[in-house]
């Protein structure tokens, strides 16, 4: 009810004979930002809470524990040392949490490892409430054309369901978030350094959008974006270098993290992967047949490229290549999934913008319903797998999203 009414007083503004809530548009947004961060905020301290308990999923331990380490010169990636580090903030599981991110991701979490366990998730959680804002307000602004932000983009990251996950969680996704709005934004401004930023930024999590880094290396040579590539170039030799001041053999422990013995890669994590629905529930073991949807996928995105690189923005073109990228990945979680608000963001601008109302568009109903669906599920299936479905229905809606965009 409070959405409608909401739709239609945003819609109506300065019309005279408009409906209107009783409470501003930003109160209630504010409002709903606060309510969010305090539930994000019970659900990750709470001592009685289930998820405090099996604190599997609570992915901050794995980041604070390491930049803990890392800042008193320990070795980030020793299974052992996280051990023990963690056994003393109450984990009881048979096996440390380990990051597995590469090390230049310690420039982000580094000022975490000084600060204590509660203190520092608390802060941590703040910093990823504030990255989500403001990506979909910038998003907003990019895809609106314009300055003056909408409330409604807050609405739209705050009830996307992968959001309310990231959250809880405590993973480093939303910095990902941020990463693609700043190369947006880079785009948008003719900042070539930022955009360099930018590539730092989303290298923490290179597997993610894997068919991005394919494009980019294409547009790099069509576009002769030397600037580019060198302002991106320095900034990363720099976030390389930076973690060897603290740790010299930083890179060696982290290659060293693979090989060893008695330790779950993330290669046998239960991902909800199409790779895994190969694997788990059509029981194929052929290597080449578990890779088949990366292959095609990468095969597809050079075709897409060659087909509008005369006319080619990120602008334009990056959403769809996100959502094939974590639909076809051989390693994404459903809370990977915020780094797909900028294509549901594009989607809401133009439904939003156009004549007609905006349940009559195929592709909002289809958002709405899949979102719900996602939440209603996890009532009775938790296990993550069992939403590998999340990625290509998104993906679907998208491409029905373009097909309506074409024929108005």
């Not at 991701?105 to 509660?118: A, E, H, K, V």
């Not at 403001?134 to 409330?151: A, C, D, M």
């Not at 895994?276 to 075709?303: E, R």
Request: aromatic share 16%; proline share 6%; charged share 15%.
């Amino acid at each position: 009810h409070f959405l409608m009414r909401f739709l239609i007083t945003d819609r109506c503004r300065g019309r005279r004979r408009c409906l209107r809530s009783p409470v501003s548009p930003r109160g209630l947004i504010w409002l709903a930002a606060c309510s969010w961060l305090l539930l994000g905020a019970r659900l990750a301290f709470a001592q009685d809470s289930q998820i405090a308990k099996h604190a599997g999923i609570r992915d901050f331990i794995e980041y604070w524990s390491a930049s803990r380490l890392f800042v008193s010169g320990g070795n980030p990636y020793s299974p052992a040392e996280l051990m023990v580090l963690q056994q003393r903030i109450g984990w009881d599981g048979a096996a440390p949490l380990i990051m597995w991110n590469p090390p230049w991701t310690l420039l982000f979490t580094l000022p975490f490892g000084y600060l204590d366990f509660i203190a520092g998730q608390f802060v941590w959680l703040v910093v990823h409430v504030i990255l989500i804002l403001f990506s979909v307000q910038q998003l907003w602004r990019i895809y609106g054309k314009t300055e003056r932000p909408s409330p409604l983009s807050w609405v739209l990251a705050l009830t996307f369901v992968p959001t309310l996950f990231v959250l809880i969680i405590g993973q480093i996704t939303p910095l990902i978030l941020a990463g693609l709005t700043l190369l947006l934004d880079s785009e948008r401004k003719q900042k070539r350094w930022t955009m360099g930023a930018a590539l730092v930024i989303l290298s923490m999590k290179p597997h993610l959008l894997y068919l991005f880094w394919i494009v980019f290396a294409l547009w790099i040579w069509e576009e002769r974006q030397w600037r580019v590539i060198s302002v991106a170039a320095l900034i990363g030799v720099v976030a390389v270098l930076i973690p060897l001041l603290f740790n010299p053999n930083i890179y060696a422990q982290y290659l060293s993290l693979y090989e060893a013995p008695d330790i779950w890669k993330p290669s046998d994590w239960p991902v909800p992967t199409l790779r895994n629905v190969i694997k788990v529930f059509l029981h194929v073991d052929q290597t080449w047949i578990q890779w088949a949807p990366t292959i095609v996928a990468g095969a597809w995105v050079v075709y897409y490229w060659h087909g509008h690189k005369h006319r080619w923005t990120w602008l334009e073109r990056l959403p769809l290549i996100v959502l094939v990228s974590v639909t076809s990945s051989v390693f994404v979680w459903t809370y990977d999934l915020i780094v797909v608000l900028p294509a549901i963001v594009e989607g809401a601008v133009w439904i939003r913008n156009r004549p007609a109302p905006w349940h009559q568009s195929w592709a909002a109903r289809a958002y709405l319903v899949i979102n719900v669906s996602h939440l209603l599920l996890r009532y009775w299936l938790a296990e993550d797998l069992w939403y590998f479905w999340l990625g290509p229905a998104l993906l679907a809606t998208y491409l029905v999203f373009q097909r309506e965009r074409k024929t108005k």
